[in-house]
């Protein structure tokens, strides 16, 4: 649809309007601030830009350290767990093997397990009046 030319020509005009109207606004804005107070806080902008450059640069060495660090102590945690594990393990074959050893000899020398079983119940007793 084609406007005729006189609305183009209006429009044309009112656009212009708009635009010398918007660089009025703007050219007495700037007018309004002076430039010596626009140069000091774009210092200061430049200057808290460089100041936060500085801060997240410290705060980036500090993940990389705290990262290096924590993988130090998670492999030492995963070895010590290992070495827990191999402890209980050993632990455990140890408390077979002395079970089997003493029902070995029980079945062999039962009176001397009893007559020590009667003498271990007298340690007790003294602990026990002891404490």
């Known amino acids: 649809m084609d406007l005729p030319s006189d609305d183009k020509n209006s429009q044309e005009q009112s656009s212009e309007q708009l635009t010398d109207g918007k660089k009025d606004f703007i050219g007495k804005l700037l007018n309004l601030i002076d430039q010596r107070d626009l140069n000091e806080i774009n210092r200061v ?20 350290l705290s990262a290096a660090r924590y993988e130090m102590a998670m492999k030492e945690i995963r070895r010590f767990g290992r070495v827990l594990k191999q402890m209980r393990e050993d632990l455990d ?26 003498k271990g119940n007298v340690l007790e007793e003294a602990e026990d009046e002891e404490s």
């Open 45 to 64: 902008q430049r200057h808290q830009l460089a100041r936060f450059e500085k801060t997240n640069e410290m705060l980036v060495n500090c993940n990389a």
């Open 93 to 118: 074959y140890i408390h077979q093997r002395t079970k089997f050893i003493n029902q070995k000899y029980y079945q062999q020398h039962p009176d001397a397990f009893k007559s020590l079983k009667n």
